[in-house]
């Protein structure tokens, strides 16, 4: 396959994956990935070539350079010595026993060979640790270790892969060699990817100090960073390009904010640029995965030293050494620290066991292996290559599967694992974790987002008059709808089988609505007051209605089909109205417009009615809920007493105007909230960026539209 379509290929299956990972939350999209890759590798028989020096430095450099550059500093700095313990001394440990395990289970590897594999499964994902850490409520300290253990064991665990493969591609390997070696290219690597990282900040320091200052360059500077650092200290000093990018990673995420004096937009480009590049890359690391698998497979099975099902045990077998290991590892480690945060010798395991399922393997993992050469030194194939492939790929779909099965119930939790390109924030993550008991009565971000969205929502109310009503009504539905989602959001998590209450309420309600709705066309029906046209038309969005309503509080079936199908319907025809749009409306439009407005004021009627009601009174219905559909209504009697006409320029301008002033509202809450110690510094920041978010795209529609 040419080169160009691979690339077309992979990305559009990377997205692909994530909007079927969209409908299946509680399964890694990374498993997806797989999957689809799988597919397209048996039914097209997809190949993708791989080389080993390209595929390093095309995924390896720059995602390890976007861990650096995310590394928390602040309570993981403090436990920097067990860190690197759990970073260099644990990888060292796995790819011993680990490797010792699988050359004593599969003779025929080479000893170096399964060195090598030991050392690439020992990296684990640093993000999907994080989660899943998070999810399993280890202590703070055991939290941070573990999160910075996984951000920088990637550099040990490759450079320790490297010399296995070499000592298996040449058959030769010496200790004393391999320890100066190791000394050489991992001090030389981190001087190295320090010294560059510090001239690339000095000379784009320097062209801002000049003028230059365009964003579009130095994000791209900065995006060919990796690559350039990689390929110097690789290519020119013969040393660790591994340890180098995650070094200069480090450095540039400490001093990235002297270039916000001059250009505060600058972080707001490079970390959406650079979440976009980890998110694809990590996506076509497990897609090339998926395609890999047929030849391994294909390999091992046919395999004459190793049967299919003593495959699969052998991947779970080395799976359970792997937990066993890194389980031990963090017993060892509590019982250690035991007398400062005394615990329970079956406290300890038990997060002992939890620490031991958070080791999912990812993207580095599967890079790696992939990179393993095809030929020795000698020109005759590596030794059970698509055998070490088959492992490797089936420690990582067990990892996850465990991770996903087991630690939900062991712990209780069940939220989605993420993982690498998943755009979580990991140093954002850790100061989350570190946040004490006292800090209990802070907001979520979920409660604080709905106050924000509330006070903008009445700010908006304030503004409304004649002239802008319709805007107003618009804008207002629109933060309603917001509202409505985070409540539905909290209700849901706070109830397991039952409906959640919120949208029990909902359905309740806007039953009630419907009911005037429907009494309203039937009633204008028998006094002949619209004509059969009218009619069938009105039944026919009742019909619609009717089945959002079932749609409320269920899981996917036929309703959700049928309700994509109205919403497909009901676009085309708008967009086919916007193309040939008809300057006069036929007497049958202007009576269903009529007919419209006069079923809303029925909903509106009924649904007042029924909360008048003594018994309706005592249940003490959500006001936010009542509040909605009462605007949803509005909105519609509006948009009918204006004919149903397309959006003026003057219709565009208002509402631009109100969400500059709700926008503003926004950020006025959430200073508010600050200033009575609701929220944390950290979610203050990431609202405003949400914020500032939302201005831009405000700026940008309005220059499109100019």
Same mark, same amino acid.
């Given at each position: 396959?040419?080169?160009?379509?691979?690339?077309?290929?992979?990305?559009?299956?990377?997205?692909?994956?994530?909007?079927?990972?969209?409908?299946?939350?509680?399964?890694?999209?990374?498993?997806?990935?797989?999957?689809?890759?799988?597919?397209?590798?048996?039914?097209?028989?997809?190949?993708?070539?791989?080389?080993?020096?390209?595929?390093?430095?095309?995924?390896?450099?720059?995602?390890?350079?976007?861990?650096?550059?995310?590394?928390?500093?602040?309570?993981?700095?403090?436990?920097?010595?067990?860190?690197?313990?759990?970073?260099?001394?644990?990888?060292?440990?796995?790819?011993?026993?680990?490797?010792?395990?699988?050359?004593?289970?599969?003779?025929?590897?080479?000893?170096?060979?399964?060195?090598?594999?030991?050392?690439?499964?020992?990296?684990?994902?640093?993000?999907?640790?994080?989660?899943?850490?998070?999810?399993?409520?280890?202590?703070?300290?055991?939290?941070?270790?573990?999160?910075?253990?996984?951000?920088?064991?990637?550099?040990?665990?490759?450079?320790?892969?490297?010399?296995?493969?070499?000592?298996?591609?040449?058959?030769?390997?010496?200790?004393?060699?391999?320890?100066?070696?190791?000394?050489?290219?991992?001090?030389?690597?981190?001087?190295?990817?320090?010294?560059?990282?510090?001239?690339?900040?000095?000379?784009?320091?320097?062209?801002?100090?000049?003028?230059?200052?365009?964003?579009?360059?130095?994000?791209?500077?900065?995006?060919?960073?990796?690559?350039?650092?990689?390929?110097?200290?690789? *290519?020119?000093?013969?040393?660790?390009?591994?340890?180098?990018?995650?070094?200069?990673?480090?450095?540039?995420?400490?001093?990235?904010?002297?270039?916000?004096?001059?250009?505060?937009?600058?972080?707001?480009?490079?970390?959406?640029?650079?979440?976009?590049?980890?998110?694809?890359?990590?996506?076509?690391?497990?897609?090339?995965?998926?395609?890999?698998?047929?030849?391994?497979?294909?390999?091992?099975?046919?395999?004459?030293?190793?049967?299919?099902?003593?495959?699969?045990?052998?991947?779970?077998?080395?799976?359970?050494?792997?937990?066993?290991?890194?389980?031990?590892?963090?017993?060892?480690?509590?019982?250690?620290?035991?007398?400062?945060?005394?615990?329970?010798?079956?406290?300890?395991?038990?997060?002992?066991?939890?620490?031991?399922?958070?080791?999912?393997?990812?993207?580095?993992?599967?890079?790696?292996?992939?990179?393993?050469?095809?030929?020795?030194?000698?020109?005759?194939?590596?030794?059970?290559?698509?055998?070490?492939?088959?492992?490797?790929?089936?420690?990582?779909?067990?990892?996850?599967?465990?991770?996903?099965?087991?630690?939900?119930?062991?712990?209780?939790?069940?939220?989605?694992?993420?993982?690498?390109?998943?755009?979580?924030?990991?140093?954002?993550?850790?100061?989350?974790?570190?946040?004490?008991?006292?800090?209990?009565?802070?907001?979520?971000?979920?409660?604080?987002?709905?106050?924000?969205?509330?006070?903008?929502?009445?700010?908006?109310?304030?503004?409304? /008059?004649?002239?802008?009503?319709?805007?107003?009504?618009?804008?207002?539905?629109?933060?309603?709808?917001?509202?409505?989602?985070?409540?539905?959001?909290?209700?849901?998590?706070?109830?397991?089988?039952?409906?959640?209450?919120?949208?029990?309420?909902?359905?309740?309600?806007?039953?009630?609505?419907? *009911?005037?709705?429907?009494?309203?066309?039937?009633?204008?029906?028998?006094?002949?007051?619209?004509?059969?046209?009218?009619?069938?038309?009105?039944?026919?969005?009742?019909?619609?209605?009717?089945?959002?309503?079932?749609?409320?509080?269920?899981?996917?079936?036929? /309703?959700?089909?049928?309700?994509?199908?109205?919403?497909?319907?009901?676009?085309?025809?708008?967009?086919?109205? /916007?193309?040939?749009?008809?300057?006069?409306?036929?007497?049958?439009?202007?009576?269903?417009?009529?007919?419209?407005?006069?079923?809303?004021?029925?909903?509106?009627?009924?649904?007042?009615?029924?909360?008048?009601?003594?018994?309706?009174?005592?249940?003490?219905?959500?006001?936010?809920?009542?509040?909605?559909?009462?605007?949803?209504?509005?909105?519609?009697?509006?948009?009918?007493?204006?004919?149903?006409?397309?959006?003026?320029?003057?219709?565009?301008?208002?509402?631009?105007?109100?969400?500059?002033?709700?926008?503003?509202?926004?950020?006025?809450?959430?200073?508010?909230?600050?200033?009575? /110690?609701?929220?944390?510094?950290?979610?203050?920041?990431?609202?405003?960026?949400?914020?500032?978010?939302?201005?831009?795209?405000?700026?940008?529609?309005?220059? *499109?539209?100019?």
């Amino acid at each position: 396959m040419a080169i160009i379509e691979a690339v077309i290929l992979l990305i559009t299956l990377v997205i692909i994956a994530n909007i079927i990972g969209h409908y299946l939350p509680n399964l890694p999209v990374s498993l997806i990935e797989i999957g689809l890759g799988l597919m397209v590798a048996l039914v097209f028989a997809v190949k993708i070539p791989l080389k080993t020096d390209w595929f390093m430095l095309v995924f390896v450099a720059p995602l390890l350079f976007n861990d650096g550059r995310r590394f928390p500093k602040k309570e993981l700095w403090a436990l920097r010595g067990p860190i690197i313990g759990n970073a260099i001394f644990l990888v060292f440990a796995t790819t011993l026993i680990g490797g010792l395990a699988i050359h004593w289970l599969v003779p025929a590897l080479p000893l170096a060979a399964s060195f090598a594999l030991a050392a690439i499964l020992s990296p684990t994902d640093p993000v999907a640790v994080q989660s899943i850490s998070e999810q399993a409520d280890l202590p703070p300290r055991v939290l941070h270790l573990v999160s910075g253990e996984s951000l920088i064991n990637d550099a040990s665990g490759l450079i320790s892969f490297k010399y296995g493969i070499a000592a298996a591609v040449t058959g030769y390997f010496s200790w004393q060699q391999a320890a100066g070696d190791f000394l050489y290219i991992s001090i030389v690597g981190a001087l190295a990817g320090m010294i560059i990282m510090l001239i690339i900040h000095f000379i784009r320091l320097f062209m801002l100090q000049q003028g230059f200052e365009d964003v579009m360059f130095h994000t791209i500077l900065q995006l060919v960073t990796p690559f350039i650092i990689y390929l110097i200290v690789e *290519d020119l000093f013969h040393a660790s390009g591994v340890i180098a990018v995650v070094v200069a990673g480090i450095i540039s995420h400490s001093s990235r904010n002297i270039f916000l004096d001059f250009l505060p937009e600058l972080k707001l480009v490079t970390e959406q640029t650079w979440s976009i590049s980890v998110y694809l890359l990590n996506g076509i690391v497990f897609l090339i995965l998926g395609i890999e698998l047929p030849v391994a497979m294909h390999n091992t099975v046919h395999n004459p030293l190793i049967n299919t099902s003593e495959e699969i045990l052998l991947v779970l077998a080395v799976w359970l050494i792997l937990v066993i290991v890194r389980g031990l590892w963090t017993l060892a480690y509590l019982l250690y620290t035991n007398q400062t945060n005394p615990k329970t010798f079956r406290e300890n395991i038990k997060i002992a066991v939890l620490s031991g399922l958070s080791g999912v393997r990812g993207a580095i993992t599967m890079a790696g292996v992939l990179s393993v050469p095809t030929v020795l030194a000698d020109g005759s194939p590596f030794p059970q290559r698509g055998l070490m492939l088959f492992i490797a790929a089936g420690v990582i779909i067990v990892s996850l599967v465990m991770a996903v099965v087991l630690i939900p119930k062991l712990t209780k939790v069940k939220a989605p694992i993420e993982m690498r390109g998943m755009q979580r924030d990991l140093e954002a993550a850790a100061a989350a974790a570190a946040e004490d008991e006292a800090a209990a009565d802070l907001l979520d971000e979920t409660n604080a987002k709905i106050y924000m969205y509330k006070v903008a929502a009445s700010m908006v109310e304030s503004q409304r /008059h004649i002239d802008n009503n319709r805007a107003a009504l618009d804008l207002l539905a629109e933060y309603q709808l917001m509202i409505r989602r985070l409540e539905s959001q909290q209700s849901e998590a706070s109830t397991s089988d039952e409906l959640p209450p919120l949208i029990a309420e909902e359905l309740i309600l806007r039953q009630v609505a419907f *009911d005037g709705e429907r009494q309203k066309l039937e009633a204008l029906w028998a006094e002949k007051a619209i004509s059969a046209k009218s009619y069938r038309h009105g039944k026919r969005k009742l019909r619609q209605k009717q089945v959002m309503l079932s749609v409320i509080g269920t899981s996917f079936n036929w /309703h959700h089909v049928q309700l994509q199908v109205y919403r497909a319907w009901s676009i085309s025809k708008r967009f086919l109205t /916007h193309l040939w749009p008809r300057h006069t409306k036929s007497p049958s439009e202007t009576e269903w417009q009529l007919t419209e407005r006069e079923m809303a004021k029925a909903g509106i009627k009924q649904l007042s009615y029924f909360l008048k009601q003594p018994e309706n009174r005592q249940r003490h219905y959500n006001r936010q809920v009542i509040y909605q559909i009462i605007v949803r209504y509005r909105n519609q009697i509006e948009n009918m007493k204006n004919g149903g006409r397309s959006k003026t320029a003057i219709y565009e301008r208002q509402l631009q105007k109100l969400r500059i002033k709700a926008l503003t509202s926004e950020r006025v809450a959430i200073q508010e909230l600050l200033e009575q /110690h609701k929220i944390s510094w950290q979610l203050a920041d990431e609202l405003r960026k949400n914020i500032n978010y939302s201005e831009n795209a405000l700026i940008l529609a309005r220059t *499109d539209t100019e």
